[in-house]
């Protein structure tokens, strides 16, 4: 073996039409697709040594993390059937987060993108890879985080079968590519309204659809919207774009509130904010519209020629409604970067 450390940053994403709802083990119960972001990403170095037992060490940010480290070796464990090698290795982890700790941004799609990447490197280097690079890392990250498996493509990935995507499959994304040009650049401001845990994890919100009394219009309604965006990506119909993603993203918050126990993310700040950016793109002639993802962070997505007007939006109305004032500038992205150990 040649190396015995690799390292790669990876980005978070944010969906689009929303995963919401599992079946069998880490699959998808409707497909999804998302932007993979560019400045929200995760750094992770991944070193190992033979030791002829598997263990993991895990630092966080320079630190020891215990909170990370159950995560970590749950991969591990639920991916050494497919790859008993892993058993006899000890490996250690570092890793960071470009975004602030506690943003209440969520780090698994980018974290376990991550980690997906680093160990798909060690394989290869085994030659032991059982499908194409990116398509086993999408694969695996799927294991560790569902939504993760969207990270590993650049712009547009789309996660889970449906007949109008070829090639797509429950088990690892695709990329996206009937893309018109205006959604290389779009912007994503993340408007921070809560920071910290949220009060109900995606595990336990995804397992609230099972019996939930719109369990199959939300997949039924989930499926429709696929084939629309499909054709509004290849136009670049921003008014349709505008008018699908809000709905997305207020149906995600809609199943919370109506599930059994019932449970609200958004506060009544992301409320406030979600009403100024539908009033202000009446009134103003643009594209900013909103999207949320399991939390009370409003993602504000617009085309890159709406920059101006975005800003002025935020320092005039948005701000006030953010924790401290603070939202995070990102754009849509490229996808994983393997850097030099
Ligand atoms: O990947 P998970 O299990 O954290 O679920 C993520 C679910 C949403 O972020 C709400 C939607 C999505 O498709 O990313």
Redesign the pocket.
């Known amino acids: 073996m040649s190396e015995n450390k690799v390292r790669w940053k990876s980005p978070s ?3 689009l ?4 709802g599992k079946k069998g083990f880490q699959l998808p119960a409707n497909a ?1 697709i ?1 932007f993979t972001l560019s400045e929200c990403f995760t750094d992770t170095t991944l070193s190992w040594v033979e030791t002829g037992s598997f263990d993991v060490e895990v630092e966080l940010h320079g630190e020891k993390s215990e909170a990370f480290k159950p995560k970590v070796e749950k991969f591990f464990n639920n991916i050494t059937e497919r790859y008993p090698i892993l058993s006899r290795f000890t490996f250690s982890l570092q890793t960071s987060n470009t975004f602030p700790h506690s943003s209440g941004i ?1 780090s ?2 980018s974290g376990m993108s991550a980690l997906a990447l680093c160990v798909c490197s060690f394989l290869d280097q085994n030659e032991l890879l059982k499908q194409e690079f990116y398509r086993e890392a999408s694969y695996l990250a799927r294991i560790g ?4 498996c ?1 990270s590993v493509y650049g712009l547009l990935a789309e996660w889970g079968e449906h007949p109008d995507y070829t090639n797509s499959t429950d088990e690892a994304a695709i990329p996206h590519v009937d893309v018109h040009p205006v959604f290389n650049t779009y912007q994503d401001t993340i408007l921070l309204v809560h920071e910290g845990q949220k009060s109900v994890s ?2 336990a ?2 397992a609230l659809l099972n019996n939930h009394p719109f369990e199959d219009q939300r997949y039924q309604v989930a499926g429709s919207n696929m084939t629309r965006i499909k054709k509004i990506l290849a136009t670049g119909d921003l008014d349709e774009f505008c008018e699908l993603i809000e709905y997305e993203a207020l149906m ?1 918050h809609s199943l919370m509130m109506t599930s059994n126990p019932s449970y609200m993310l958004v506060e009544p700040n992301t409320l406030a904010i979600i009403q100024k950016i539908r009033e202000y793109r009446k009134q103003n002639n643009c594209h900013i519209a909103f999207t949320l ?2 939390g009370a962070n409003v993602h504000m997505l617009y085309p890159e020629r709406d920059i101006d007007k975005a800003k002025a939006l935020i320092d005039t109305e948005l701000k006030q409604y953010c924790s401290n004032g603070r939202y995070i500038c990102d754009k849509v992205g490229q996808g994983p970067e393997k850097l030099k150990c």
């Open positions: 994403n944010i969906a039409v929303k995963y919401w999804s998302s969520a698994s799609a985080s569902g939504s993760a969207r995606s595990t919100g995804h995600l993802d399991a």
